[in-house]
């Protein structure tokens, strides 16, 4: 720094202690102790007692006073709208047969076997993360095979036929 700027910064700092020197009425924010617009709400200490100020659901909610200052009320908007038409979707194909499936004027032939084969890899990568995760805990916990319970022994092989019909029927579709 200049000698100048420091020569001005002091007599700057010097002018600031004689204003406080000056004026000894004004206090220092030490000497005013709390001072908040929430201090005296509702007889003092604690929070503001406002019930259902925030409230999480409609029973807890003033409609009669929610419109003022121009604020509306809205219906509240689903955020995942993608997902639940893919629900629906799917509820709408879970439950109807294939005549109705084939019938049914939602979308193409074509969109709607790609859609099905979207849905079939999601849930087999469900079903892959499901049998890794265990195999992780099997090994971890040094659990054998033959604890397994005898149901379960048995559903081991009809889980793997299954699978093995499902992939040739995989093959066929995408041939």
């Given amino acids: 720094m200049s000698r100048f700027l ?5 007599k700057k700092f010097k002018q600031l202690e004689e204003e406080e020197i000056v004026n000894p009425d004004e206090k220092d924010d030490e000497d005013l102790g709390e001072q908040n617009v929430t ?4 007889g003092g200490a604690g929070p503001p007692r406002t019930p259902h ?15 003022v200052l121009g604020y509306k009320k809205i219906k509240s908007v689903k955020r995942n709208f993608l997902e639940n038409w893919e629900k629906k979707i799917e509820d ?9 499936y084939r019938k049914d ?8 076997i790609n859609r099905a084969i979207k849905e079939i890899n999601r849930k087999i990568y469900e079903v892959e993360h499901l049998v890794n995760q265990n ?3 099997k090994t971890e916990m040094g659990i054998s095979s033959g604890s397994y ?22 093959r066929q579709l995408g041939a």
Wanted: no cysteine; aromatic share 8%; charged share 30%.
């Fill in 6 to 10: 420091i020569e001005e910064l002091d």
């Fill in 92 to 100: 709408v194909i879970n439950e109807m047969n294939y005549r109705q």
């Fill in 135 to 137: 195999i992780k805990l």
């Fill in 39 to 42: 201090g005296n709400l509702d």
């Fill in 105 to 112: 004027e939602t979308g193409s032939p074509q969109y709607k």
């Fill in 53 to 67: 100020a925030f409230a999480k659901n409609a029973a807890g909610m003033d409609n009669d006073h929610i419109e």
């Fill in 149 to 170: 319970w005898k149901k379960t022994r048995n559903n081991f092989s009809k889980i793997s036929e299954r699978l093995n019909r499902i992939s040739s029927k995989i």
